[in-house]
């Protein structure tokens, strides 16, 4: 009797000691891809990005610590108020856990607000001002693929060396385009080189004759293009229109996805060098990785929607070692762990939420180099972790303890 | 590479007024604000070219809104739709660009009666409204289906080898295909202005709009008119996408972009006034490149306000007879 009585209160101590341990809240992990699902990122990280976080939670098994995973997602229309409504309904009723890619940087300064606000995880793929790991950092924010300082200290820094010192920007007229004309333009002068002027071009332009007019007039050498998507597309092809390579001025897409090279085609975008964290040709793994990827969605996949596989990866593996979704415990867990996945080895999460990881430099194939389906870049160098993003002693970052 | 890389396609005589200014004070706001004269001259030539696009596309609208009392929103989905339908006819039947030129329009035009005869004709003695938001409704189905299957970021089109190249005008350079656009587009404005003011046809067409029944009474088959008048409308806005698809990236966001920026335009000009759509047209685009050398971050907004303004002074539209 005795004995059965103990075992029973055994048996229910144990119980309670799990229930405790296996802290999940509404006994399910929700993650929300919020991206940019019809207008001019959408090719960035779109469908694509929902598509790799499913990958992601497949891959997975489909539960963590004994509780299942669900995935969804919506549109933000590249605008911060209507994203930080989603983000904060997704919280507060829908119960998500974490929010994921958010192309654009407006938008993500301000979900940034909210998740911090509401201890939610936000991991970050889609988004580049190095500001969201700078003044506007987060204890639960995670900057995983790449920033505005790694595309400057990438693509800019590779074109001072090769004689570009004078430059002019076309800027998108938002946080994302300045902050990546404001770190180029660091760059450029750091090395050395003048910045002749810039232009602000409202997000979503359909014709940049002007401010390609602009740009010819200044004799720069280099046309720095601080933005991304449709607006590089039509800047590159526009430009092209207008002479401007022939002219003896060069174009630095400092942000262009491959999305964007398999849009222009190879003869407009030939000889471009461009800054990024992956390339679905890089090895065996990533080959694997991008064909099932492709087999899903017909398109190759973007460095964005790569960050978004590994990112909701490396997010579950953390709650499944912590046992809670609790946002600053999974976040402190992903910072223990070690960031192993096909695009990423050995890297790091950093206290002010940077993910230290290797980049890129690659060139545009031209046409007669190509050789089969997608066959878009040729690697130039590898830029170490510790070069390619901004170092802690520079950081603005209020959770950063200087010494 | 040298000091200053002579720049072969830039404008030589720009250089030593630009640079002596840039060297005075913050390099960013000196040079646009003292922009010399002949620089200018390039900007407006460009707004121009824009404008070229705004008044074909507003012209459309009008024609219809004119004519059927429809406010079609799908005007610029169906722009798309020729910009895709020569995308089509160059990668799937080789068809290149002068055949599309005809062909695209035609071949839209005709999607457009089938929508006239299967949708619109039912809501002609509706509130604008229904036409409205069924042709709004038909405009996001239609982009929505191209961009599952071609995304957001467009297919590359070419410029045809006729018209590659570009023009030294002394001022500046333009690529030949722009001043084609330019030209191809007042000539377009002009034949259909002068279609609806000035021949027989048109003026069947206005008195059918002013009394139907009448017309139909002297032996004019008005429902027909009525069908090829939006077929009419629905090509123009196709042949923009055609002459489109070589600048700008064929896309099926390309009709979403400027579809507001149109309707603006028609505002402005007064809704269904055919002269008004035109003028105002390149009357914007000209306000919208110099917009976009003086302050270039309002030039995605400058439209609206001038339409802000226009509505204070002068509800009806700058050309519009007040109802």
């Known amino acids: 009797m005795m004995f059965h009585r103990v075992l029973g209160l055994a048996a229910v101590g144990c119980l309670v000691a799990a229930a405790a341990q296996a802290q999940i809240s509404d006994d399910v992990v929700k993650i929300g891809v919020l991206t940019d699902m019809s207008s001019l990122y959408a090719d ?15 891959d997975f098994g489909g539960k963590v610590a004994g509780k299942p995973i669900e995935v969804v997602s919506a549109d933000h229309l590249n605008k911060p108020d209507v994203g930080a409504n989603i983000a904060r309904q997704w919280i507060d009723q829908d119960h998500v856990d974490a929010i994921v890619d958010v192309p654009t940087s407006s938008v993500a300064l301000a979900v940034q607000d909210v998740t911090k606000e509401k201890d939610r995880v936000f991991l970050i793929s889609g988004a580049a001002s190095s500001d969201l790991t700078g003044k506007s950092c987060s204890p639960t924010g995670v900057h995983w693929t ?28 938002y946080a994302f385009g300045h902050a990546l004309e404001r770190d180029t333009s660091a760059v450029v002068k750091a090395a050395g080189g003048k910045v002749l002027g810039a232009v602000r071009a409202p997000l979503n332009t359909p014709d940049f004759s002007s401010f390609l007019l602009q740009a010819q007039a200044s004799k720069a050498k280099i046309i720095g293009l601080a933005n991304a998507g449709g607006d590089t597309i039509n800047s590159i092809k526009q430009g092209a229109e207008f002479g401007i390579v022939q002219g003896g001025q060069r174009f630095a897409g400092l942000l262009v996805f491959i999305s964007d090279v398999h849009s222009l085609g190879l003869q ?14 890089q090895n065996d793994a990533t080959r694997a990785w991008a064909k099932r990827f492709m087999a899903e969605t017909n398109k190759v996949p973007t460095m964005v929607q790569a960050g978004v596989y590994g990112a909701v990866t490396h997010y579950l593996k953390a709650i499944a070692a912590a046992k809670t979704d609790e946002g600053k415990a999974v976040v402190a867990k992903m910072r223990e762990i070690p960031i192993n996945d096909f695009m990423t080895h050995n890297g790091k999460l950093r206290e002010d939420g940077r993910v230290m990881r290797d980049i890129y430099l690659f060139q545009v194939k031209s046409p007669a180099e190509s050789k089969y389906p997608y066959d878009y870049y040729k690697q130039l160098a590898v830029i170490p972790a510790d070069q390619a993003f901004r170092p802690l002693s520079e950081s603005e970052c209020p959770l950063v303890k200087k010494g | 590479m040298v000091e200053s890389a002579p720049v072969i396609g830039a404008d030589h005589a720009l250089t030593p007024t630009l640079s002596r200014k840039r060297k005075r004070g913050d390099e960013r706001m000196i040079p646009l604000l003292h922009i010399p004269p002949q620089a200018l001259f390039g900007q407006l030539l460009l707004g121009l070219i824009n404008g070229a696009f705004y008044a074909m596309l507003s012209l459309g609208l009008a024609v219809i809104f004119g004519l059927l009392n429809i406010i079609n929103f799908a005007h610029g989905a169906q722009y798309m739709l020729g910009a895709f339908c020569a995308w089509f006819l160059l990668n799937l039947a080789g068809v290149g660009y002068w055949p599309s030129l005809v062909i695209a329009p035609i071949a839209v035009a005709l999607f457009g009666i089938v929508l006239e005869r299967a949708f619109l004709r039912w809501i002609y003695r509706l509130d604008h409204l229904y036409g409205l938001l069924l042709t709004f409704g038909l405009a996001i189905i239609i982009e929505g289906l191209f961009r599952q299957q071609y995304g957001s970021s467009g297919q590359p089109y070419s410029i045809p080898p006729e018209l590659t190249g570009v023009w030294n005008l002394g001022f500046m350079f333009l690529p030949i295909y722009r001043g ?10 002009f034949g259909t202005w002068f279609l609806i003011e000035r021949t027989r046809l048109g003026a069947y067409l206005r008195a059918a709009t002013e009394n139907p029944v009448l017309v139909q009474a002297f032996g004019i088959n008005v429902p027909r008119m009525v069908t090829l008048t939006y077929g009419f409308g629905v090509g123009l806005a196709a042949l923009a996408g055609v002459l489109a698809a070589p600048i700008y990236q064929v896309s099926p966001l390309m009709g979403s972009n400027i579809i507001i920026v149109v309707f603006a335009v028609v505002v402005i000009g007064g809704m269904g006034s055919i002269l008004g759509s035109i003028v105002s047209g390149f009357a914007l685009g000209l306000v919208e490149g110099l917009t976009k050398v003086f302050y270039p ?13 226009v509505l204070l002074l002068k509800p009806a539209g700058l050309f519009g007879r007040a109802a």
């Open chain 2, 180 to 189: 084609w656009v330019i030209a191809a587009s007042a000539v377009v404005c």
């Open chain 1, 146 to 173: 790449y920033d505005t300082y790694a595309l400057a200290h990438g693509t800019g820094s590779a074109l001072v060396k090769q004689g570009g010192d004078t430059w002019f920007f076309i800027t998108a007229d």
């Open chain 1, 44 to 58: 960035i990280g779109g469908k694509g990005s929902v598509v790799a976080a499913e990958m992601a939670v497949k």
């Open chain 2, 297 to 309: 971050e309002a030039s995605s907004t400058v439209i609206f306000v001038v339409m802000a303004i």
């Open chain 1, 268 to 281: 407009t975008a030939q000889g471009l060098v461009l800054t990024s964290a992956f390339y679905w040709d």
